[in-house]
């Protein structure tokens, strides 16, 4: 009669050993877009035809002045061109700054010829800072997109949209390339270096049975049992959490027993996945 070879005892799960890592990322991770079309704006810049010219105050547009200008045969011929007249002892920047009888500076600011690019820098620039500092959650979300479509709706049957047009086609905002990439440069920067070092030192890492938090950047972990611990997700701000933080949101979770704990991560990213998956770990707690 054979006998079975003794059995090696089960391993444990390979689920045991998962973990999740929830950090919480600060208000300046939904300023990309404010970096983004920076660089694209300053990238158009760049590539256009355009050039500014810093005159000082005063100074004329004229048409159709005939000036003298150097033929391709080398010899001086007059044509009419359009030229900007200088008041009289005002000059123009030179090549040398320490030297006024240097010879003047041509423009080499490139800028995009038109106004629409610096009002669309400042509308974003003004959007993205009131939508990451007044909140809006839950009904307060659509009571002022239901208001924006009710007001744009009465502006154009009372005919108003075309007066405030009128008025902001005045406004000119003018940023050149080297402004957008700069501004967009640094933010990128700082933008960069928050996402991947700052926000990951505040952080939950929930493993089956317990997890484990760091409420403060360069604070000690502290470890609490799953037992017990309830997890909410509180009402998304529509603008913040879903048009630049494509699904973020602020996770609650809190403890219980003698010593019961309040814990608050804010601007998680995929809040709703991660939610799901940790009420999947913590069901199986390590014999």
């Not at 620039?125 to 479509?149: A, D, E, K, Q, Y």
């Not at 804010?266 to 799901?276: A, E, I, P, T």
């Amino acid at each position: 009669m054979s006998v079975a070879p003794p059995q090696s005892p089960p391993s444990k799960s390979a689920s045991d050993n998962r973990q999740l890592t929830i950090v919480s990322h600060s208000t300046l991770f939904y300023w990309w877009p404010v970096w983004a079309v920076g660089f694209l704006l300053g990238a158009a810049s760049l590539f256009s035809n355009s050039k500014m010219a810093v005159v000082p105050d005063g100074t004329r547009a004229r048409r159709n002045v005939e000036v003298p200008i150097i033929g391709k045969d080398g010899k001086e011929v007059i044509e009419k061109r359009e030229i900007l007249f200088l008041p009289e002892n005002k000059h123009l920047s030179t090549v040398d700054p320490n030297d006024p009888n240097s010879a003047p500076q041509d423009p080499r600011l490139h800028i995009w010829n038109g106004r629409g690019f610096g009002v669309l820098y400042a509308t974003v620039l003004l959007l993205v800072i009131v939508i990451t500092n007044v909140p809006l959650r839950g009904m307060w979300s659509f009571m002022v997109i239901f208001l924006i479509v009710a007001l744009s709706i009465i502006f154009a049957l009372a005919g108003w949209w075309e007066i405030i047009l009128r008025h902001l086609s005045y406004l000119d905002i003018r940023i050149n390339a080297g402004g957008y990439f700069f501004i967009s440069g640094i933010l990128f920067f700082l933008w960069l270096f928050t996402i991947l070092l700052f926000d990951k030192q505040v952080y939950m890492v929930f493993t089956p049975g317990q997890f484990k938090v760091c409420t403060e950047v360069g604070g000690g972990e502290q470890t609490y049992s799953t037992i017990g611990m309830t997890l909410e997700k509180q009402r998304s701000d529509l603008f913040r959490h879903w048009i630049l933080g494509f699904g973020s949101g602020d996770l609650i979770v809190k403890t219980t027993g003698a010593q019961a704990h309040h814990f608050e991560m804010s601007n998680v990213l995929f809040v709703s996945r991660k939610v799901q998956q940790i009420e999947d770990m913590v069901r199986k707690i390590p014999d």
